[in-house]
């Protein structure tokens, strides 16, 4: 508290979620579950201390820079000296002023063995590595820059023809969530389950109970589909850096990682060198102080001043080996030693001590030459020391895309009713059309020629009287044969075309847009085949013949937006299927 001016909530929220990613706390008492998304108990209730990990990486006070508290009473690190990429292990996840970020968790050992790998030069690559296990494909990761992507899966198997389970969860989501996702799915009956039980406790299982008749394995991609037992994740490795946010991939950060390190490691060794040093230095003044009993000149000293100067001058004949010149605070620290160490003084231990203080200064410049070796024994250390257990969670897997409308559940029925212009699924009472899923949509031609595709709904107004209402499919070759007249007293106009790609909602004009127009004849064939015709014209008209025969087949097969070939002037009474054989033909229609 006396280092942070927020309250003890936010300090207890941020200790949580660090020892929940198991890493630089140990944990005592009731932390949470990351699985089930249970929160962890009132912070009086927890315990925690900092894990050996965080004492090896994260604090050495001779290599932090301190600065004073929010109110100037203490002092406190500016940053943490970190020996480790701890921010691609951990992860984190945050916003700020126009800017957000979203790193990724790492897998402990592969970070290590990248480090190794980026100090001898060598290539890698990274891949997250998730504490919920399941599986993910990396194929548009992009390295954790903006604009990549990663699909994560739950692991589902199945345990009977019945019954499926999922053991892993997709990074982001808890048991709760995802059975939630699954009832939703279930209500809107994009799939079928009889129940589900969740019986999770230090690992996930998610019990899925299918009803009798059910296929397991493409309720098992529908879940993919409509549930969260897939997810896509967005990283977005923003970081600030010499004072600047830069978007940066996750090899980029390892290398920064990697560097900084280096350079602690270096810092710690060259402290060590300076501390090894002026021990040999004390050492061995120490030694020349007492074997040459340089403490009996200052027997008859009457001020301290001249004690110090009296012990400066008997120094000064044996001063050749040493390695800096004596200062005053060398002799202030002469006259503190105690009258037992002088009488107890043993040479030859004294020699053996600095003869070991050599061999560590020895050790620690070989260290320095060689500071890229060092390094890498050093990540080396931390594997065998707290590697055990970090083994990879997630796996790393090539996701097939799944179509939703080819697993979604077609267990509803599609109703009209011609005369008001609804359609629907609810509409029990009127004419059955076709069966239908909740993501499938519904094609409409109306008797002006135009054609609508819109989503299945409950009920929906869909224009009145149409010509055609069906299921639409979007993998549709169907051949529409369509004859209209263009205006109230224009030409008959003959058309065949394919639908092709449409917009949801969107009303397209089939015929040349003129106000009155209306469809004579609708037909649709599986195929280019079609339909010899029949035309009779209205007893008005002064054609020399008023019935007569068309074969539609003899029109080529354009896109939906040709207004179709130009027939007769004369009023058209009706146009059935011809009867008779080939049609005679006919120069003034078509």
């Known amino acids: 508290m006396k280092y942070h001016p927020h309250g003890d909530a936010s300090i207890g929220d941020a200790l949580v979620q660090l020892g929940q990613k198991d890493l630089l706390v140990d944990t005592q008492g009731n932390w949470g579950n990351l699985l089930t998304g249970d ?3 009132a912070p009086r209730y927890i315990e925690a201390r900092l894990s050996k990990f965080a004492h090896d990486v994260a604090f050495n006070p001779k290599t932090t820079e301190w600065q004073a508290s929010y109110d100037g009473r ?3 690190p500016v940053t943490l000296p970190m020996k480790f990429p701890l921010l691609l292990a951990q992860g984190v996840e945050g916003i700020a002023v126009g800017l957000a970020c979203k790193i990724l968790p790492h897998n402990f050992i592969e970070l290590i063995e990248a480090s190794v790998a980026c100090l001898r030069g ?6 997250p590595d998730f504490p919920t296990g399941g599986s993910a494909d990396f194929s548009n990761y992009n390295g954790g820059l903006r604009g990549g992507k990663i699909k994560v899966r739950a692991d589902i198997e199945k345990r009977t023809k019945l019954t499926l389970a999922i053991t892993a969860l997709p990074f982001g989501t808890t048991t709760g969530g995802l059975i939630e996702s699954i009832l939703a799915a279930n209500d809107k009956g994009k799939i079928k389950i009889q129940k589900v039980e969740d019986n999770t406790s230090d690992s996930v299982e998610i019990v899925v109970h299918l009803p009798s008749g059910s296929d397991p394995d493409q309720t098992i991609e529908a879940l993919y589909a409509f549930t969260d037992c897939e997810l896509s994740i967005s990283p977005n490795a923003c970081v600030i850096h010499n004072g600047k946010p830069r978007f940066l991939s996750a090899n980029d950060l390892l290398r920064h990682a990697t560097g900084q390190t280096k350079t602690l490691l270096k810092r710690e060794l060259e402290i ?4 090894l040093e002026e021990k040999w230095h004390f050492f061995s003044l120490e030694k020349i102080f007492i ?8 027997e008859e000293c009457t001020t301290f001043e001249a004690v110090i100067e009296e012990i400066r001058i008997g120094l000064e004949p044996f001063l050749e080996g040493l390695k800096r010149a004596v200062t005053t605070e060398d002799i202030l620290a002469l006259t503190e030693i105690k009258i037992k160490r002088i009488s107890k003084y ?3 231990k004294a020699d053996k001590s600095i003869k070991e203080l050599e061999k560590d200064i020895k050790e620690v410049r070989k260290n320095l030459r060689q500071l890229t070796d060092y390094a890498v024994a050093y990540y080396e250390r931390l594997k065998e020391l707290y590697g055990k257990g970090r083994e990879r969670k997630t796996r790393a897997a090539v996701f097939g895309r799944i179509v939703a409308s080819e697993v979604v559940l077609v267990n509803e029925t599609l109703y009209v009713n011609r005369a008001d212009g609804f359609a629907g699924y609810t509409m029990k009472k009127d004419e059955v059309v076709d069966k239908c899923s909740m993501l499938d949509d519904v094609i409409v031609f109306l008797p002006d020629g135009t054609m609508t595709v819109s989503r299945v709904a409950e009920k929906a107004f869909v224009g009145k009287n149409p010509v055609h209402i069906a299921v639409f499919r979007k993998d549709d070759t169907s051949v529409y044969n369509l004859i209209y007249r263009d205006g109230k007293n224009g030409a008959a106009m003959a058309k065949r075309f394919r639908i092709g790609g449409v917009t949801r909602d969107k009303a397209y004009d089939l015929t ?6 209306q469809v004579l004849y609708f037909k649709i064939s599986p195929d280019e ?6 035309v009779t014209l209205r007893s008005t008209a002064r054609a020399r013949k008023k019935v007569f025969d068309f074969n539609m087949a003899g029109l080529a097969v354009k896109s939906r937006g040709a207004q179709g070939n130009r027939g007769t002037q004369h009023p058209v009474l009706k146009i059935t299927k011809s009867k008779s054989g080939a049609p005679e033909p006919e120069p003034e229609l078509f």
């Open 39 to 41: 929160s962890a108990a």
């Open 74 to 76: 203490n002092r406190e």
């Open 122 to 127: 060598e290539e890698f690559d990274l891949l």
């Open 272 to 275: 060590a060198l300076g501390e």
């Open 291 to 298: 074997e040459n009993r340089i403490y009996r000149r200052i």
């Open 346 to 348: 043993d040479s030859f």
């Open 512 to 517: 040349k847009g003129t106000p009155g127009s």
């Open 529 to 534: 085949s079609a339909d010899n015709l029949t």
